[in-house]
């Protein structure tokens, strides 16, 4: 048995997204034929005794309430940021200059500004970066890539992409981090998602035209108070992209009765695609060149032909879940810090989406187009 270079993981923040950065190595390290041994090493989170109770529960040999701390112990290799979007950019920097690779999750900074310094410090220091859109990772999404890039669908013409969740639809629920102006709002934790999808999809977006609304003003403070909320509940955009087809998004975290509506649709002169991501391991395929009154959207079920599937289950159709994603996206990552291949999203690709959603929210302010840089 060859013995593998341990590969030391910190990781700040131990909820949702800690949990299922966590799950991610820890199956990728099975699945995949990693080049690394990743070792859960140290976990920080807000206290000692929430960051001591993670770590016991997920296999964190330390924990500590102090993240810089960690960011900076020599061995540590990769430092994880699943804390609230406010905090991305103080930790990545510190991580950055201590010489560490970083994962970060979305959206990457509140600000354009913030995304370019990140990206332009991870690039001065030659560290590897990550950000977590993990959606991307989903075998059917590079099938739909394929299928487009092959021409199967003939000549693009739109796109219609939708994120709806309804975690924030009541309006007693508490304010959070995703109210903070600094990085918050649907936009910002939802429609990054679509945009994404939308650019990975069908290339680069170069005009938009939003309508973001805060459609519930007001959220208890959790002290018996009230906390104004600024940021928006919905936002919607038309998009225009370079290949000359257009589009639309949804952004919507108060969308009654919808748990994970990351949907979209895309039409060619030769055929469409609809896929939603509450039934992630089907693609729906409608053909033009099928006969007459045979036409209709056929289901393209999730199996071992459609990589890396076959690496967690051997038969089709007995679908891959969301924490294997993450498996995939942390796979990509570490086979991008050994080999020195680049990542497959990193900082660069998360300023990109930065850029986008800040021109929404801008032509949103402004009732105007705007146009996006590249
Ligand atoms: P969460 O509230 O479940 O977890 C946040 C964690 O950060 C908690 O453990 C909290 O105690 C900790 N924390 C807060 N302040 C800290 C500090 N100063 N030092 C150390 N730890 C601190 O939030 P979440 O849903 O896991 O979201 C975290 C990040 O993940 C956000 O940026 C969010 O946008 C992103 N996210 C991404 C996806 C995805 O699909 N990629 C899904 C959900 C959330």
Known sequence: MTTKPDFNVGLIGSGFMGKAHTFGYASAAKVFDLAVNPVLHTLADISDAAASKAASALGFAHATSDWRKMVDDPAIHVVNITAPNALHKDMALAAIAAGKHVYCEKPLAPLVADAREMAEAAEAAGVKTQVGFNYLCNPMLKLAREMIEAGELGEIRGFRGLHAEDYMADATGPYTFRHDPAGGGALADLGSHVLA???????????????????????????????????????????RFASGANGSLEANWIATGRKMQHDFEVWGSKGALTFSQERFNELHFFDTRDAKGRQGFRRIEAGPDHAPYGRFCVAAGHQIGFNDLKAIEVARFLEAITSGAPEPYGFRAGLRIQMLVEAIHQSSSERAWRSVPD
């Not at 999808?197 to 290339?203: D, F, H, I, R, V």
């Not at 309508?211 to 906390?227: A, F, L």
């Open 197 to 239: 999808t939308a650019e990975y999809l069908l290339g680069p977006v170069t005009e938009v035209m939003g309508d973001c609304v805060t459609m519930i003003p007001e959220r208890p403070d959790g002290y018996g108070g009230v906390k104004a909320v600024t940021v928006d509940d919905v936002a919607r955009a038309f998009l």
